[in-house]
């Protein structure tokens, strides 16, 4: 049993949450927006009033925050209860950028900094059948690999050197495929639409196909039957489409699909459906 501090508790940290209490550890959570970690009490988790008080006493301390900044802010904040032999796993997507600095205040604090994204959405995630992209010092990986178990399906360790990002850059490079993969399922079935189709006709070309794919089959489903229930929001996966730009950019390699993705999201989030499922880039192709 370990002792941890849960600071994030959206679509995906509530659900890594509960699974972390299923598997019998002690969890105390914290969100900006309080209301959003309360049902969690339920479960069995502690609800703080502040990050401080979150982190204060555990052992491990989880970030799943939307961005690098936000995860700089809440971890500043929690800063005054951070003690020396924490280990903190960043699990969200923060891109390259912030990760010196998330790293540098770690080690300012004398706590453990693992780089440790994850693969998968909402249902994944329910399911503990997440995909953990880690990296970090050896003997964080005793105390981190109970946890990374009841959250995720696998644990691919990537390095050592947890500051140096081979979890977040490997993460960037697999969200980029599944996002820029929504935007051109949604293309598809937009033009069919638009030629006056059934949208659901393409569906019988593309399934049992080289083709097709479950990914393919959930999100076309949703298209057509305009369900877009948040699995991953339009508006985080907007914002990943600009952190894989930054470090593509850093690279010298050039996204022209991603970037394109990213535009289509940008419209959908002026449109007023940044809540809803990436799948809502369909709505981007109508000019009208």
Do not use: C
Request: aromatic share 4%; proline share 3%; glycine share 10%.
């Amino acid at each position: 049993m370990t002792r941890v501090a849960m600071l994030g508790t959206g679509i995906m940290g509530a659900a890594m949450a509960r699974n972390l209490l299923r598997n019998g550890h002690r969890v105390t959570v914290w969100n900006r927006t309080r209301a959003r970690a309360e049902p969690l009490a339920a479960d069995g988790a502690v609800v703080a009033g502040s990050p401080a008080e979150a982190v204060d006493g555990a052992e491990v301390v989880i970030t799943m925050l939307k961005d690098g900044e936000t995860a700089l802010s809440v971890m500043s904040e929690a800063s005054p209860s951070l003690r020396r032999g924490q280990v903190w796993a960043q699990m969200g997507t923060v891109g390259l950028a912030s990760l010196g600095r998330l790293a540098a205040l770690a080690a300012e604090r004398g706590i453990t900094f693992v780089d440790a994204p994850v693969q998968g959405t909402k249902q994944p995630a329910e399911q503990g059948r997440l995909l953990v992209l880690a990296a970090g010092r050896q003997e964080a990986r005793a105390v981190l690999d109970p946890l990374f178990d009841a959250v995720g399906g696998r644990t691919l360790w990537l390095a050592e050197d947890g500051a140096a990002g081979a979890g977040t850059r490997l993460k960037l490079a697999a969200v980029g495929y599944a996002i820029s993969l929504t935007a051109v399922v949604a293309e598809s079935v937009a033009l069919a639409k638009g030629l006056g189709l059934d949208p659901a006709l393409l569906g019988e070309v593309l399934t049992g196909g080289p083709l097709d794919s479950p990914y393919l089959q959930m999100k076309m489903k949703a298209m057509v039957e305009g369900d877009f229930e948040p699995s991953f929001a339009a508006r985080n996966a907007e914002t990943n489409t600009r952190l894989i730009h930054e470090a593509a950019e850093s690279a010298k390699i050039q996204v022209d699909v991603n970037d394109a993705a990213g535009e289509r999201l940008r419209r959908v989030i002026e449109r007023g459906h940044g809540d809803e499922d990436m799948a809502a880039t369909y709505r981007a192709s109508f000019l009208t």
